[in-house]
């Protein structure tokens, strides 16, 4: 048996926990840059409010009642997902982060001391005491039937949040794949839910009761392996620990939009910065760094330009130095004048567990002296907290920054920033 | 008679290793209490019982001088402990965040610990704990 536990709409209520006079009250996040609404409460959806909506056409609109928006607190999501997590840890003996506002559960076996669904509402209970946050909580024999029983128990209020699909409950689990539209279900996308709709398949249930192998031949075995499991055959096991990553990617959309070469350069250093000590986190070494620029695709009256540079290095490294340097020569092979640059980035590819590899007799690069002790005084520095150390190619005042004019404090991060109450 | 024996030097002659160790030695007595080293006290450990339900909270405002606490300490808020009767809280009143002492009996009350200040009986339906405030911190010396 599989549980899925997700906080309903988490960033919402990430926002709501520390002001209780919004209680209530309609909250909507915006996404990086105040771009557009990615995170919408329950009032707020009353309003009609929906999920990517721009912002400068929502601050037009008028309401019946003010809508508290804000920038995303990502220092916030984060600190209450792990928050989050740690409750359900408490009460779950294996637990899987699937993204920041939800977590699969092996609950098998739990059925022999507490009934499934009663284990749901404890579990909900746990994590509203502790953190005010609301989860909902999805349970079957297999990760897409706990997916499916989680969308069901937020689409039908009577279910309280909590609801178990079980093997001896065969007419349940058949009722309820019948309501669930082909395009909710978890790993079934829009391309597909339309050609699943050309062959007649629009609800959970007749994908369930397709053929397997027709499906293997029409689609792929991933939706065969989805078939398989809308059955209660388990084909997806709980992954605790991720695997090792293949590729570590930092980009960002600027603020403001990049003209200069001076920006887009410390933009990039700063990017590398980011990645290299990625790449430290995951005990890795890389061998190719690539740096990608582009304009925005909808800017009217300009011409679209993006690009794409890479470069192999001679000695995997993962010394935040040899990235940038890496960066900076692949920028300047794309780097053009005379365009607004909206977003770039820089991606790190081709790992190796270590830094060791056969030198050429007549290579000039040779590995630099002390670089792993250097790199480990500077990331202990910048995760110990007290201060920041980088390196000046990424500047001092940069006018690029991500845009977050409406974000609220890091309530749980920063002693200059912990809620207040007054003593009276 | 005295004879004369020359000894020739020898051809392939037998080398002798010696190990010489690389690591320095320090000189001096061990440490006899180097095998009962324990952790140092965390005041962590002390003040918080459940980090994942604990939070910190700036007190503001009037002093609640009944019990010591002042303007600008830091509450230690446990959001998980069940509120009983008598434990101070933070309470939410008009939309804000306040320091209370609750009362359960005889009926549902948040009184102020100061004498300016009267017992406020909210409706129990609308009576909000954030939490219950398990421990304060008041620095003795103001600045940082």
Request: aromatic share 8%.
């Amino acid at each position: 048996m599989f549980a899925l536990a997700d906080v309903n709409s988490f960033y919402a209520s990430c926002e709501g926990v520390f002001r209780p006079d919004l209680r209530g009250q309609p909250i909507v996040c915006l996404s990086n840059n105040d771009g557009c609404v990615i995170a919408r409460n329950a009032a707020a959806k009353a309003l009609g409010i929906k999920m990517g909506v721009p912002w400068f056409q929502l601050k037009g609109t008028d309401f019946p009642t003010k809508i508290h928006v804000f920038s995303s607190n990502y220092e916030l999501y984060a600190s209450l997902s792990n928050r989050v997590m740690a409750h359900i840890e408490a009460l779950a003996p294996r637990v899987e982060q699937y993204s920041i506002d939800e977590m699969f559960l092996d609950i098998r076996g739990i059925d022999r001391c507490i009934q499934y669904e009663d284990f749901g509402r404890q579990l909900r209970e746990h994590v509203k005491a502790g953190t005010g946050l609301t989860i909902g909580v999805g349970m079957g024999p297999s990760k897409t039937l706990a997916k499916s029983a989680q969308w069901a128990s937020k689409e039908w209020p009577q279910f309280g949040g909590v609801l178990a699909l079980t093997v001896d409950n065969p007419r349940r689990t058949e009722k309820l794949l019948s309501l669930q539209p082909a395009g909710e279900i978890w790993g079934v996308g829009n391309r597909i839910a339309k050609k699943l709709a050309t062959m007649g398949i629009t609800t959970a249930l007749q994908l369930a009761q397709a053929n397997p192998t027709f499906i293997r031949r029409n689609f792929n075995v991933v939706l065969e392996r989805t078939v398989r499991e809308l059955n209660g055959e388990p084909c997806i096991s709980l992954e605790e620990a991720p695997p090792p990553k293949q590729q570590i990617v930092c980009s960002r959309s600027f603020g403001e939009r990049i003209t200069t070469y001076e920006s887009m350069r410390q933009a990039i250093c700063q990017y590398a910065e980011r990645a290299a000590e990625k790449l430290r986190g995951e005990r890795q070494f890389c061998r190719h760094v690539t740096v990608f620029v582009k304009t925005s695709p909808f800017a009217v009256n300009e011409p679209y330009y993006g690009n794409v540079a890479s470069e192999q290095l001679l000695v995997p490294t993962q010394d935040t130095r040899d990235v940038i340097a890496a960066a900076i020569r692949s920028l300047d092979r794309i780097w053009q004048d005379n365009h607004r640059y909206a977003k770039a980035g820089v991606m790190l590819n081709d790992f190796t567990p270590t830094g060791v590899s056969q030198l050429n007799l007549f290579d000039e690069v040779q590995p630099r002296a002390c670089s792993s002790e250097l790199m480990k005084v500077l990331d202990g520095i910048n995760h110990s907290g007290l201060g920041k150390v980088w390196f000046a190619g990424r500047g001092i005042a940069p006018e690029w920054k991500m845009k977050r004019e409406m974000l609220s404090p890091a309530y749980t991060t920063r002693w200059s920033e912990i809620p207040k109450a007054r003593l009276l | 008679m005295t004879s004369i024996q020359f000894i020739k030097a020898s051809q392939e002659p037998e080398i002798l290793q010696l190990p010489l160790f690389a690591d320095t030695v320090p000189c001096g007595f061990p440490s006899p209490a180097q095998d009962y080293v324990e952790a140092e006290l965390d005041l962590n450990d002390y003040c918080i019982l459940r980090p994942s339900s604990t939070y910190f909270v700036r007190a503001i405002g009037n002093s609640m001088t009944d019990i010591g606490l002042h303007s600008g300490d830091l509450l230690i808020v446990d959001k998980a402990e069940r509120p009983q009767h008598g434990d101070i809280v933070i309470a939410e009143i008009e939309g804000e965040f306040t320091v209370k002492r609750l009362l359960l009996t005889p009926r549902p009350g948040l009184q102020a610990m100061n004498p300016a200040y009267p017992t406020l009986y909210p409706d129990p339906e609308q009576l909000q704990i954030f939490g219950v405030v398990t421990a304060f911190i008041h620095k003795t010396r103001n600045g940082d």
